[in-house]
């Protein structure tokens, strides 16, 4: 028996940080998939080879616990939470190629949650829809980050450009027939999502009467996002996401390397730059309509860069062997 399925990651163009006290955000699955592979096992262990990071653990079923030499066996955290949703604990091969940075706020660990469930799932003949992988995807993030909004693990399922509603009520998929060109600037620096979702949490715990209408502004500029977007308002779109960068600078998460990325794609003709993802190293995204070579080429002057293309399909199963 051999499964393939895959997953893709996801950049956020509005709304993060503000999403997880219930606002509404927008993002876009990319075309960088995880795939997840699951076979037969000779015994009753259940090993995890995450192949292109070189990242090998063994899985103890019963006792919920990973043995694994790997400095960065963290994402193995993923895979376990996952496999406990829709396995009975026998032996399984599983292997892995993330082909998304990791920490790098492209939402590689929600694609490995997705693609680790659709796999694992299709081998042991369990038929999830699209809204059970979400759910589940969802409550492995929560589990094993203790805080996560629904957005990466909707993206990753669903693929597309979603608008995911306040307080996650809805999901809608924005159907437009024209290229949102953006480039993905990365920094050697990984954030850490959890951290910095708590410094945020504390930062409004200290100064509720100022951050909270952050957040809520945060909000507004999403709602109006969704409509620049739905317009093709090229002009509007780029405001917003400068806008939305400032508010995340108020927020505390943005850091010298991102703000100088951030700058770099606008002086080359960016129409809009902001972080993507939860900041504090990580990743910048750049409105682009005017073109992405050229915004490509500054940044990779310091840091990496890449075009990154809506990718329409979300969570699929590749390959079934029965
Ligand atoms: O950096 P990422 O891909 O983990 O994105 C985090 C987005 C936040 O809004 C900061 C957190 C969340 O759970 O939505």
């Not at 509007?236 to 960068?245: D, P, S, V």
Request: negative net charge; charged residues 25%.
């Amino acid at each position: 028996m051999q499964v393939k399925a895959s997953a893709p990651g996801k950049a956020i163009l509005f709304g993060e940080h503000a999403v997880v006290y219930g606002k509404p955000a927008i993002a876009m699955a990319i075309n960088k998939r995880t795939c997840a592979e699951v076979l037969e096992a000779n015994d009753n262990k259940i090993n995890v080879n995450i192949r292109d990071l070189g990242i090998e653990g063994c899985i103890d079923f019963n006792k919920g616990t990973i043995v694994s030499d790997s400095p960065k066996k963290g994402i193995l955290k993923y895979i376990l939470a996952s496999i406990k949703k829709i396995h009975d604990g026998s032996g399984l091969e599983i292997n892995i190629d993330v082909n998304i940075p990791i920490g790098g706020g492209l939402g590689s660990s929600a694609a490995v949650t997705v693609a680790t469930i659709a796999a694992v799932s299709a081998y042991n003949e369990i038929d999830l829809s699209m809204e059970e992988i979400a759910k589940y995807a969802h409550e492995v993030e929560l589990e094993v980050q203790k805080s996560a909004s629904p957005i990466d693990t909707t993206v990753s399922t669903y693929g597309g450009l979603i608008y995911l509603e306040a307080d996650a009520e809805d999901i809608v998929q924005l159907d437009i027939d024209y290229d949102i060109p953006v480039v993905i600037g990365c920094t050697d620096t990984r954030g850490n999502t959890g951290k910095l979702v708590e410094a945020v949490r504390i930062r409004r715990e200290i100064y509720p009467e100022i951050i909270d209408p952050v957040i809520n502004s945060i909000e507004t500029l999403t709602e109006e996002a969704k409509e620049a977007i739905l317009n093709n308002d090229k002009k509007r779109i780029g405001e917003l996401m400068n806008i939305n960068h400032g508010l995340l600078d108020a927020l505390g998460v943005n850091t010298k390397e991102l703000s100088s990325m951030v700058y770099t794609a606008r002086s080359a003709g960016a129409c809009g730059s902001k972080i993507t993802g939860a900041g504090g190293g990580g990743s910048i995204i750049a409105y682009c309509p005017d073109g992405t070579n050229e915004v490509i080429s500054a940044i990779e002057r310091t840091e990496s860069a890449l075009k990154a293309d809506i990718s329409k399909e979300g969570v699929k199963i590749t390959t079934y062997r029965g």
